[in-house]
């Protein structure tokens, strides 16, 4: 049942992902010459509307992954499409390609000089770091990433529908000076298969914010020549140009199907002595102000500010670089000498990226998700192991965490933006009495024990 990976020329492959359930890909463009089998693998979805995923090797959502080499990742997709924008080679100025294939990469800083100054918008849940991490490679840039959140006491500026996703709607609760100007926006998405997403986006900005150049930006393209055309047909409805830049270009082609029953691997708990949960509280970064973004579940503590939602700048990402360099200070004398995992939760995974790509010693970095997949425990297929449990900020909605082996890390550290009850925290924790992890660190960045300091 196990992934198969077989190469028919230089350029296509073939894929079984489970015994009824295969994919070829032909690859067009891949600029860095990247080895696939450094991209990502392949697993099944549970999900009548799309029966597969590729799994990310360097996204840090469903794998853990080094965390600097998620961060790089953004880094190479700037350099990439400051090249194809502006003819700029960045990459090789600043040797990002070598960079990229070091085991264990540096932290990276921006590069891309002042005069690109785009609008950056990352697509949630699963792009919200990468479209952080590619921010953080411009000198001069504004961010903001879309949210499936409903925040009440607030009306989004622009919404969208990403008809795939199990989770469709995307919200936008930013301030309209971000999007009432004419510079080039830039959408950033870890993956495009047919495009709708950004096309949808694109018609809501431009039907309120109108301007000339958008760019889409993600390490996958899978779109077809179909698809391509409908981005075309967008730029002659609208009179606007659309740049889309990526990792890896290229399409495929599926057969067979997922399988229609639930497919998990044996559930198996493994003793602890006593499962050690510690609570550690961040205090340094600014709240959005109490009187508004009230979160229906939460509504007496604050989002973060910076956490890129509701907008940000070149001087808050440079400030909150400072405040994560502190908190990694902290955390890392609780990493030393053991094998650690540092876990982002939904959209929130750009802070603990971050944070963990700063602290010291053996650390890994991956994030919840939203997204079903089957449960097969073969050599290179891509969920072997999983985690599922309410989310412990909105128990109405289902939260999934892959790939953690038994006895794997020692120690691990889970990162939420806002304090959650105790009692809300209980499925999680029990599921993670499954791994042997003995030492569960959770890290809230706002908290009712911290005074909101408006």
């Known amino acids: 049942m196990e992934s198969q990976t077989s190469i028919y020329s230089n350029k296509k492959y073939a894929y079984r992902i489970l015994d009824n359930l295969s994919i070829e890909l032909e690859i067009n463009e891949n600029p860095y010459s990247l080895p696939l089998e450094d991209l990502f693998i392949m697993a099944a979805r549970r999900n009548k509307k799309r029966s597969f995923l590729f799994v990310s090797k360097i996204l840090g959502k469903h794998l853990p992954i080094i965390p600097s080499k998620g961060l790089l990742t953004g880094s190479l997709l700037a350099a990439q499409y400051a090249a194809k924008t502006t003819g700029m080679e960045l990459s090789k100025e600043f040797n990002l390609q070598a960079e990229f294939a070091e085991e264990n990469p540096n932290v990276p800083e921006a590069f891309i000089p002042s005069e690109l100054s785009p609008v950056i918008i990352g697509f949630a849940e699963t792009a919200t770091a990468l479209g952080q991490a590619f921010f953080s490679a411009f000198k001069k840039a504004d961010y903001f990433h879309t949210t499936r959140e409903m925040i009440s006491n607030e009306d989004p500026i622009i919404t969208f529908e990403e008809e795939h996703s199990h989770a469709t709607s995307h919200r936008c609760y930013i301030s309209r000076n971000l999007l009432d100007n004419r510079r080039e926006i830039v959408l950033v998405d870890d993956e495009m298969s047919t495009g709708k997403t950004a096309i949808n986006i694109i018609r809501s900005i431009q039907a309120e914010f109108p301007r000339d150049v958008y760019s889409v930006v993600s390490i996958l393209d899978w ?232």
């Open 223 to 454: 779109r077809s020549d179909e698809d391509v055309h409908k981005f075309k047909k967008l730029e002659d409805e609208l009179g606007i140009n659309i740049n889309c830049v990526s990792l890896l270009r290229g399409k495929f082609t599926i057969s067979g199907h997922s399988p229609e029953s639930e497919l998990n691997a044996d559930h198996e708990t493994f003793g602890i002595p006593e499962q050690r949960v510690k609570k550690h509280y961040v205090d340094q970064i600014r709240p959005v102000p109490s009187s508004r973004f009230h979160g229906a579940k939460l509504k007496e503590i604050p989002y973060a500010a910076s956490s890129g939602r509701f907008g940000m700048d070149e001087t808050a990402r440079n400030l909150l670089d400072e405040i994560l360099l502190d908190v990694a200070a902290k955390l890392s004398p609780m990493s030393q000498g053991k094998r650690v995992l540092c876990i982002g939760t939904g959209e929130f995974m750009y802070f603990p990226m971050k944070t963990a790509a700063l602290m010291r010693g053996d650390v890994s970095y991956q994030s919840t998700t939203r997204s079903p997949i089957h449960i097969v425990n073969k050599e290179g297929y891509g969920a072997r192991y999983g985690m599922a449990f309410p989310n412990p900020e909105d128990l109405e909605i289902q939260h999934y965490l892959y790939n953690v082996a038994p006895f794997q890390y020692e120690e691990v550290f889970i990162f939420f933006e806002r304090e959650v009850p105790d009692e809300w925290l209980e499925p999680m924790l029990k599921e993670f009495q499954r791994t042997g992890i003995q030492t569960i660190n959770l890290v809230f960045f706002h908290s009712r024990m911290v005074k909101n300091n408006e």
